[in-house]
């Protein structure tokens, strides 16, 4: 129960800290830092370590293999990931202003 619980508020940290970021770009690249860079970064380094412990533990023989498999579906996600915020955060798609 724990973990699911601590699972969700890491959830709730990352999509908080995408959601928070629409608001921060209109203000400064400061708070662009804070909200994208230490909130979503918080939430998703705290969500890292329960795959990694159940993987391991449904495969205690393989360690190596699944901690990796893993890792390389976390370091996948912005792949992913960076098609849906552009869709929330900046829909149309618009190039920087040239003065930043």
């Known amino acids: 129960m724990c973990r ?12 908080l800290g995408i959601a928070v970021t629409y608001w921060s770009i209109q203000h400064s690249c400061a708070a662009i830092i804070i909200t994208y860079g230490l ?6 380094v705290c969500c890292f370590g329960h795959p990694v412990v159940t993987a391991i533990e449904w495969f205690p023989t ?13 370091a996948l996600t912005p792949l992913f990931m960076n098609s849906v915020q552009t869709f929330f ?3 149309s798609n618009l190039q920087p202003a040239c003065d930043g």
Do not use: M
């Open 89 to 91: 955060v900046n829909p």
């Open 62 to 74: 393989k360690k190596g293999l699944v901690t990796g498999i893993v890792a390389s579906g976390f």
């Open 4 to 15: 699911i619980y601590s699972s969700n508020n890491n959830k709730l940290s990352i999509s």
């Open 39 to 44: 909130v979503d970064t918080l939430g998703f």
